[in-house]
């Protein structure tokens, strides 16, 4: 028998990492814009076509400041014809113009593929007809496209890039009359229609944290964050953090990050900053990026008085185990659902069940819509009927990425989303809610935490391979570079202040994750090349010379890791 609702909390995680070149260099990944007129638009959609649903949205304070610059990009271009600083835009805006050597057009129409097709590409038979002689998957010495590419006109390009754009829009911006007549008239697209589709992009980007405040505002949602550029607290706090789930892992040489602490401190005082300039508001709960939490992490959200912060199932499991917790509670996985707090710290700590939210991130884009819901829906009523009694004080907590799954679905995952909000806001064995709502509800002790991410309860994403451990000793290098600048008073007010925003640009976790073998090699290759500007960018503005192992390639990858290496499962 139940004495009331079970709480279930959906937490969707809203994170881009900084792609531009330096502070004010080119965008060299477009990801930020397009998930924006795809991901970010259909989510708040959702949101606000079900009043009754509640959520978290957190976002990433990188993320706010690119969706505010793409917007205000858009607007200079739309009104005084200013150049963007994206070179994607800029071909489809006809500001810079078709290339006509062979390796341009040959990387343009591989830049336009880089989507999961079979959701994306082969569903619009236009698109694909336009791409039948193009091999995305093409090694560099061979053809990307079976006829020679100086045979194909400027207007080919030129239609293959609006219906790049055209498919990177979320399910609620297709519906738009302009898009329907694009997607009707599917080629021969004109200048002028170019124009109209970029007016209806800035529209969209300068519209969505606006209409996230207002969900906020409205009691609907709760807004929550990441450290500023979403760097790894822990490992920045102490490379020793990773010992207690990698015991017998290689470190990077150096033995710690220099007055990695006080860094810390900065990403979460900046981001608290940024997130109050766009949401007028602080933040309640901070979802440190990756779910990577420490005891010593924990100490810094306390002294910013922050109520919460969430963590991975296997980190729990560490936990519960270091912590001399047991029993059938934990093997049945009954203490998972509840709020634990350490005798020491205010924060209360919630625990993602991994299994429920995997099956979102990787099973149901392949099964039918209502089906998946009802499965989803079926598991939180078992677990309501076996928590019994107690299911009003306990509370399921399903954390993913708000935006990485959504192209494996049909429609942007618009009719599972439709359904299971439908059902998450109709059943009566389910009360959806937010973690701030239960940071009132009995929190239950936990001696020890063991330091780790969301991902494997463990580091081991970011640190103790050889590829990861040498760019971790590059950053500590330019880190003690940057700490010498300073203790010399070699820069002026305006230099720190740009080579403190750029030292916080190369902390951020994301080159990390990519390098390694298991991921693919295109995105390897993106992001370690990325990485290595950024350090010498921010060598630069020391005055200082790069050193010359940043002229080297730091990871190959080569993997075919699952959705292209964007999310890591936890159970099979």
């Known amino acids: 028998m139940m004495s009331g609702p079970l709480n279930v909390v959906l937490c969707w995680h809203m994170h881009q990492p900084w792609y531009r070149d330096g502070l004010k260099g080119p965008y060299r990944l477009p990801w930020v814009y397009l998930h924006a007129i795809k991901d970010y638009s259909d989510m708040a959609a959702h949101l606000e076509r079900y009043p009754a649903m509640r959520a978290v949205v957190n976002f990433a304070p990188v993320l706010l400041e690119q969706l505010d610059d ?16 994206d070179r994607l835009l800029n071909l489809l805006a006809g500001i810079e113009p078709i290339p006509t050597d062979e390796a341009g057009r040959a990387a343009l129409l591989a830049d ?87 007016k209806l992009m800035q529209t969209c980007i300068q519209g969505l944290i606006p209409r996230y405040k207002a969900l906020a505002d409205n009691g609907q949602i709760e807004l929550s964050m990441t450290p500023y550029m979403h760097p790894i607290i822990p490992l920045l706090n102490d490379f020793t953090n990773m010992r207690d789930a990698l015991p017998d892992a290689p470190a ?28 007028g508001r602080k933040p309640q709960g901070v979802w440190l990026s990756e779910g990577g939490v420490s005891e010593d992490a924990l100490a810094l959200l306390d002294e910013l008085h922050i109520r919460w912060t969430a963590s991975g199932e296997g980190v729990w499991g560490k936990s519960c185990e270091l912590s001399g917790i047991t029993g059938e509670d934990i093997t049945s996985k009954r203490a998972l659902f509840q709020s634990y707090q350490q ?30 819901a009802d499965d989803f829906v079926g598991h939180l009523k078992n677990i309501a009927k076996f928590l019994g009694k107690s299911a009003a004080k306990q509370v399921v907590s399903v954390i993913l990425d708000g935006e ?92 720190f202040e740009q080579a403190t925003q750029q030292l916080a640009v190369c902390e951020g976790s994301d080159w990390f994750w990519w390098f390694g073998d298991y991921n693919p090699s295109d995105s390897v290759s993106d992001f370690e090349t990325l990485y290595r500007h950024q350090l010498k960018a921010l060598y630069q503005l020391l005055g200082q010379v790069p050193p010359a192992y940043l002229d080297l390639p730091l990871s190959q990858g080569g993997g075919g890791a699952e959705n292209a290496g964007t999310m890591r499962r936890n159970v099979d």
């Not at 399910?171 to 008239?185: F, P």
């Not at 020890?448 to 050889?466: D, H, K, N, Q």
């Open 70 to 85: 793409y917007a205000q990009q858009l607007q200079n271009f739309l009104k005084h014809g200013t150049p963007l600083q």
């Open 112 to 198: 336009c593929q880089r989507c999961y097709a079979p959701r994306m590409i082969e569903p619009y038979p236009a698109f694909a007809a336009l791409l039948k002689w193009t091999n995305k998957k093409s090694e560099p010495d061979t053809n990307v496209c079976s006829v020679p590419l100086n045979y194909l006109g400027e207007q080919y390009f030129v239609d293959v890039l609006v219906w790049y754009h055209l498919v990177w829009l979320g399910y609620s911006e297709r519906q738009q009359a302009l898009v329907q007549e694009l997607m009707a008239q599917k080629n021969q697209f004109s200048v002028v229609q170019r124009r109209e589709l970029l």
């Open 252 to 279: 990077p040489e150096a033995e710690t990050y220099p007055q990695g602490v006080a860094r810390s401190r900065w990403h979460l005082e900046q981001g608290i900053a940024v997130f109050e300039r766009y949401f």
């Open 343 to 372: 005798v020491d710290h205010q924060v209360k700590l919630f625990f993602r069940d991994d299994g429920l939210s995997d099956l979102i991130g990787f099973k149901y884009g392949t099964v039918e819509a209502e089906v998946a």
């Open 404 to 495: 990485n799954a959504w192209e494996y679905y049909p429609d942007n995952a618009y009719h599972f989303l439709d359904a299971l909000y439908h059902q998450l806001t109709t059943t009566p064995e389910i009360k959806i809610t937010t973690f701030s709502a239960l940071t009132k509800l009995p929190a239950h002790p936990l001696p020890r935490l063991s330091a780790g991410s969301w991902v494997y309860g463990s580091f081991s994403t970011w640190i103790g391979s050889a590829d990861k451990n040498r760019a971790w000793d590059y950053l500590v290098a330019a880190k003690q570079a940057y700490d010498q600048a300073i203790l010399k008073g070699a820069l002026s007010s305006e230099r």
